[in-house]
């Protein structure tokens, strides 16, 4: 699937991460989204919110510097759509 294909979505992640976490939101639309990162337990270490518009987004999580190597769960939500995936923090 092309990215213009794409509804809502991820797209490029820097993976693993070291003190910032960067990533690409996808989407048709204008649009208020949340993002978060947890632990595999869900512990949430990170939350924040974004105002994106139609195409590709470029984001990034700042301040991740004391986290522990992990891996851990980036959420990204909008309205309709949750979207989660694995990422790999490395000190």
Known sequence: ???SQVN????????PFK????????TNNSAKIDV???????KTFKTTS?????GVNSLSLKGLDALPAAMYI???KNKETVINTM???KN
Do not use: C, H, P, R
Request: a negative charge.
């Open 87 to 89: 990422v790999l923090k």
């Open 8 to 15: 809502f979505g991820i797209g490029n992640i820097v993976n």
């Open 74 to 76: 980036l959420q990204v």
């Open 36 to 42: 978060s990162l947890t632990d595999l337990y869900g």
């Open 19 to 26: 003190s910032e976490l960067g990533f690409e939101v996808i």
């Open 50 to 54: 974004y105002s994106v518009f139609a």
């Open 1 to 3: 699937m092309s990215k």
